[in-house]
């Protein structure tokens, strides 16, 4: 399947973090024609193996599974559902809603209410309404009405969003932060074929609340390099300075040189710098962004990791729904496979 077919299925499947395993056995399908054997460790990480040669370095390569979302906090006498968030996300985008929250009698769809405009006094609606003052609505009676249609406290709750392609490159979808970095972790598999390198594909949980799963992936994988997949923020919307993000949609990866958890070790950017020219890839840089992706975790493992990130710039992210184009992906999975080939001259 294409690069497009596989974030399709990836962003309509749901995992909220801490709550990956849809997500992870779709990844195990996917990754499994081109991997030698794929492992499940106690963290629930997925590790999809492509053995390589003893005297070779050992790639690691990290895209998130989970997506951020919100989870059942408590549940009113009346049936409405509290909740509190899982993963950073801005109040504002919550109200109305649609959301299905993962019962154990399977899914629910509710939508996010409170308390109505119309009767709200005239400084209540100049104010944002914060979280744990919102509720679900599930269209229950009662709190054992609730607890009949199967909802429990715990449960994990995703925006109710589909993908859809709106352009010729552009589709638009839910957790694009970080399924597109999980289909070009797939894409960059696929097009490897042989490589004298071992590359340990790796699928981590609870990146949205502390880069978790990345932390013991890395030190059971102990790899020679890490290089993590995953989004950033687009800057060519109104309103944003380019002092802010420079990066832009359609304008190549996205190299970053630093963040709030990450320097690039100068070997991984010189390594993808050198490729990305050598095979006439766009690419972008970016600096000082307040946010950290997989690779700050794989860093400091152990004795450390040279690692870096490659991204994809995406509007939107961290809301229900993003937008990105697939060329930035196509073209990021691009230069990863290459630069994997070149990484026995590099280090």
Known sequence: MSLS????????????????????????????PYVDEIVVDKLENVIAIKKGKRSSPKVMLA???DEVGLMVKTITKEGFLRFTKMGGIDDRILLAKKVIIHTRKGPLHGIIGSKPPHIQKEEERKKIVAYDE????IGAKSRENANTMGVKIGDPVAFDVKYAKIGKNIVIGKAFDDRVGCAILIETLKQLGKTSCAICAVGTVQEEVGLRGAATAAFGVDPDVGIALDVTVAGDVPGVREFDTNVKMGKGPTLTVTDSGLITHPKVLR?????????????????????????????????????GTV?????YIHSPVGMLN?????????????AI???QKHF
């Open 5 to 32: 077919e596989n974030l399709e299925k990836l962003s309509n499947a749901y995992g909220v973090t801490g709550r990956e395993e849809e997500v992870r056995n779709l990844m195990t399908k996917l990754m499994k």
């Open 63 to 65: 895209a998130h599974m």
């Open 134 to 137: 919102l509720f679900i609505d």
């Open 271 to 307: 390594l993808l710098l050198d490729v990305a020219e050598e095979n006439k890839i766009s690419y972008q840089l970016e600096t000082g962004l307040p946010g950290s992706t997989d690779a700050a975790r794989i860093s400091l493992t152990r004795q450390g990791v040279p690692s």
């Open 311 to 315: 991204s994809v710039a995406t509007r």
């Open 326 to 338: 697939l060329k930035d992906a196509e073209n990021s999975a691009k230069l990863t496979a290459a």
């Open 341 to 343: 080939q070149k990484i």
